[in-house]
């Protein structure tokens, strides 16, 4: 999508953007085909969805982020009423005394990105296509708006009886990460969120642009190779300019639980161009370090570049929690935005900011490719 | 006393398999075609085991029956009820509606309604809303109208507390006698919109659950046995009549469980490849100490989403009747089926078949030899091997070198040379009746699978309750209280809860006594 044009989301759109954003949550990020159901459910009746372009956001817009946060096992259990984070947004609008006019996703990587697709066709209001990964990560901090020095607060949250929290001023994001969480166990442990508040000149210095684009060119590629019995992975580079890194079954997989992420790394047999050769890939929700060689001899991509995996056949987005032994995946690499490539970013999102003693080098090219280099 | 013989059935689309064992000793095998009644196909099938086996009826002391009867009809959309559902959570769960993202076909060959009401708790065990008795009854006045049969009721978060799921159903029994009612508790895990799903589908089942456990009954009483008669379930393990005519949903993919756990008796290996070959398909699944490995997605039955822990199977389209083209490059998917007694070359037939290419490399013997080129043949007879060397390759579960074992009427697919990169190649004699007997010898089980607030309880405490009740379970589904097993006890910490919850799942088996 170009400046000028607005993109409306139908059924189809929606399906291939909840399959392109399970890819670029590049392991974790949650899974959003509830999100999807949500979204068509609103379509059904009648909703407008559609999507503008970060250019054309005007300076003195009011751009807020919305998501649903909590326990992914309770969000399968005590599903949504659906308008929680519209409910967050307006308690947030009455605190701030400004009227939202732009809607912006936190994180386009798995569930959360389906969000301000359905809270647009709840409030009428237009949502953003761009957000503040590009990817997911599993925390506040990392993503583009913080590390661009947007205030995280006044922040809202809401639950399903429109019960409203409003944290006026917290000193920073992983302090808002602390004090949401609290009040979201008393919630029910899910609820709706709004936050951050911006003005359109802040949001346009700070967000990933075309990240919707991206993610709905990637799941049209898998759907298109589905239909026509075509190879997916292909399809799927050759719409984003990814790398393939690595192509091979999953010989091994170590899990633990650390401070409630779930961390571990796998192993990959090579098969294809890549037999006889092995990988091995870290990981904490997301895919953070891709090492080729029996002992991680050499990287083939760290974060906060993208690193994928997909089912070999299908094309189907493998998570942290789905890989195990005997599983043939396809690894993707995928150029991150340029935000999180700022030695200021790198800080935060880079290997060392997850505890790994090896240098960024940045896979070539750009973030979306060729698709996001026209616009 | 003496010694008591049990029988195991399969009652498939085509083929009813009856099989009778003493102990763990296979007796008897018969094969009879699938009736529409279904009673007169067990029939002949009990009439003919016995007289094989050439034993009293009198010692005969269990018949286990295994059926996809309930899984077709879901398929095929047909002998479903009206159905409702009543879902307390509102105003959680709002947007997503019972029956969303079931196909359209489905919805309207159960007429399906659905009614959110507010009650359901929260993962603690706090309401989300008071339960709200004039609710209830406005719902029940709109089922009334509506003419429904069945009704299934769901409430937010039941696997911890299924008090309200419980008031709606008694309240129902009282205002609508006649129409079926099940709990979602009783139906399914975490997961509110899968576990809904299955009570619903349970609910749309019942009159034909009680229809055929009831042609069970009187072909057991036509035979004149006088024996105990249990059901498969998807896991493996085995129900009571009793329990299969109020939950008919738990036989959905009971076959393929039995036919591997068959597999695994016949050939008395517990850790190998299944590979059962039909006639269109190749199914591959991963048996690990004598057990299917179980799929980790959600089970769609008929298009509708499930949570039922099911076999993880891979199927490829490589069977016996599968058309060879390109000059033996290409075998399959195509395939000429059920015809392949009349349309195969070695029949006398037109179309190049897999089985053709089996005889003409000397694989198997069958018929006339078909005139097939030789290079066609060697092409498609490579294919052939490298497309099952994959599926064995796809379906293992670690790197040891695993024994496949060959199960179904295409088995003769594979030659002499067995597979490549597999060791051993099994053949069980009697594999045609491996689901048979995979339900000849099925065992019992209780399982529990909940949130538990480790704040309240100690952890040993809690896993010692569900462990226990799992126990009690398998022991009113007919086990050996001596003779129990706790197969799996998981403990899943929530993320993000503050430290004390987990998801806790036991799992006890059981041998009937």
Redesign the interface.
């Known amino acids: 999508m170009t400046s000028g044009q607005v993109m409306r989301i139908d059924a189809g759109a929606a399906e291939a953007i909840a399959i392109g954003a399970g890819i670029l949550g590049t392991g974790g990020g949650g899974n959003p085909y509830l999100g999807l159901l949500m979204t068509r459910e609103m379509l059904r009746w009648g909703a407008n969805i559609s999507l503008v372009d970060v250019a054309d956001v005007p300076d003195e817009a009011v751009v807020c982020g919305i998501g649903a946060m909590g326990a992914p096992t309770v969000g399968i259990e005590k599903l949504p009423r659906g308008d929680e984070p519209l409910a967050a947004l307006r308690a947030l609008e009455s605190h701030a005394g400004r009227r939202v006019t732009h809607l912006i996703a936190g994180e386009v990587g798995g569930a959360n990105a389906m969000q301000p697709l359905i809270q647009s066709a709840f409030s009428g209001l237009p949502a953003v296509d761009g957000d503040g990964m590009g990817r997911a990560f599993p925390e506040l901090q990392h993503c583009t708006f913080s590390i661009g020095g947007i205030a995280c607060t006044p922040a809202a949250i809401a639950d399903c009886h429109h019960n409203t929290t409003v944290f006026p001023r917290l000193r920073d994001t992983v302090t808002l990460e602390r004090f949401a969480r609290a009040v979201t166990v008393q919630m029910g442990a899910r609820a709706g969120y709004a936050f951050p508040l911006m003005s359109g000149a802040e949001m346009r210095r700070t967000a990933v642009r075309g990240s919707y684009t991206l993610a709905r060119a990637i799941g049209e590629a898998v759907l298109t190779a589905r239909d026509r019995h075509a190879d997916p992975v292909a399809t799927i580079l050759g719409s984003t300019d990814g790398t393939l890194l690595f192509a091979g079954r999953i010989a091994d997989v170590e899990r633990r639980l650390v401070a409630g992420f779930a961390r571990g790394t796998l192993r990959l047999n090579g098969s294809g161009q890549f037999a006889g050769t092995q990988a091995e890939i870290a990981f904490q929700n997301e895919n953070l370090i891709a090492w080729t060689g029996a002992g991680r001899e050499r990287v083939l991509a760290t974060v906060p570049d993208l690193i994928s995996l997909v089912d070999e056949q299908t094309g189907d987005p493998v998570t942290t929690e789905m890989v195990r032994f005997g599983l043939r995946v396809a690894v993707l690499g995928m150029p991150a935005p340029a935000q999180l490539k700022t030695a200021a970013a790198l800080a935060v999102v880079g290997p060392a900011a997850f505890g790994y003693d090896v240098p960024y080098r940045a896979l070539p090219g750009v973030y979306g490719g060729a698709l996001l280099l026209v616009i | 006393l003496p010694v008591k013989l049990r029988i195991g059935v399969d009652v498939g689309g085509t083929n009813t398999d009856a099989v009778i064992l003493d102990g763990r000793r296979l007796l008897a095998a018969a094969k009879r075609p699938t009736t529409a009644d279904v009673t007169e196909g067990i029939v002949a099938a009990l009439a003919a085991v016995i007289a094989e086996a050439d034993v009293s009826r009198a010692a005969i002391g269990r018949v286990m029956i295994g059926t996809t009867h309930f899984t077709n009809a879901v398929v095929q959309r047909r002998d479903l009820r009206r159905t409702a559902v009543i879902r307390l959570?509102a105003?959680?769960?709002?947007?997503?509606?019972p029956f969303?993202?079931w196909p359209v076909d489905v919805v309207a060959a159960v007429n399906g309604r659905g009614i959110i009401v507010p009650g359901?708790f929260?993962?603690d065990g706090?309401e989300?809303s008071a339960f709200n008795a004039a609710s209830i009854r406005d719902a029940i006045v709109a089922l009334k109208t509506a003419d429904v049969e069945a009704v299934a009721v769901s409430s937010?978060?039941s696997p911890v507390s299924d008090a309200h799921e419980r008031r709606v159903a008694a309240m129902l029994a009282d205002a609508l006698p006649g129409v079926a009612v099940v709990c979602s508790a009783d139906i399914g895990r975490?997961?509110?919109?899968e576990r809904e799903n299955a009570a619903a589908l349970n609910a749309a089942l019942t009159g034909l659950a009680a229809r055929t456990t009831d042609a069970f009954v009187a072909a057991l009483a036509e035979m004149g046995l006088d024996a105990e008669l249990f059901l498969t379930q998807n896991d493996g393990t085995l129900m009571r009549a009793e329990t299969a005519r109020r939950f008919p949903v738990r036989t959905f993919a009971s076959g393929p469980t039995n036919s591997m756990r068959g597999a695994a008796y016949l050939s008395a290996v517990q850790d190998a490849i299944v590979l059962d070959i039909g006639g269109t398909t190749t199914d591959a699944g991963a048996l690990t100490h004598g057990f299917p490995r179980e799929a980790?997605?959600a089970v769609a039955v008929g298009g509708v989403r499930t949570n039922f822990r099911m076999p993880d199977l891979v199927s490829i389209g490589l069977g016996g009747g599968s058309i060879v083209s390109a000059g033996g490059a290409s075998v399959g998917p195509q395939s000429v089926g059920r015809d392949i007694h009349t349309q195969s070359r070695v029949f006398g037939g037109p179309v190049t078949t897999a089985t053709d290419v089996a005889v003409a490399l000397g694989r198997a013997t069958l018929g006339e030899s078909p005139a097939l080129a030789d290079d066609v043949a060697r092409r498609a007879g490579a294919e052939i091997d490298a497309m099952l060397a994959d599926l064995v390759?796809?379906?293992?579960?670690?790197?040891d070198d695993l024994p496949v074992i060959l199960v179904g009427g295409g088995a003769l697919l594979v030659g002499a040379g067995g597979i490549a990169g597999v060791g051993s190649v099994l053949r069980p004699e009697h594999g045609g009746v491996a689901n048979a007997i995979g339900a000849a010898l099925a065992q019992v089980s209780g399982e529990i699978d909940r949130?538990v607030s480790l704040a309240e309880t100690d952890r040993r405490a809690a896993i010692a309750t569900a462990t226990d009740q799992a126990r009690r379970q398998a022991i009113d589904a007919g086990a050996a209280p001596d003779r129990l097993t706790t197969v799996e006890v998981d403990e899943?910490?929530?993320?993000?809860?503050?430290g004390n919850a987990v998801?806790l799942h036991v799992k006890v088996v059981g041998d009937l006594p």
Request: hydrophobic content about 50%.
């Open positions: 959570g105003p959680a769960t709002e947007l997503l509606p969303v993202d359901g929260e993962f706090r989300i937010v978060f975490i997961g509110l919109l980790c997605a390759d796809r379906t293992k579960v670690t790197a949130v899943v910490p929530l993320a993000y809860l503050p998801r």
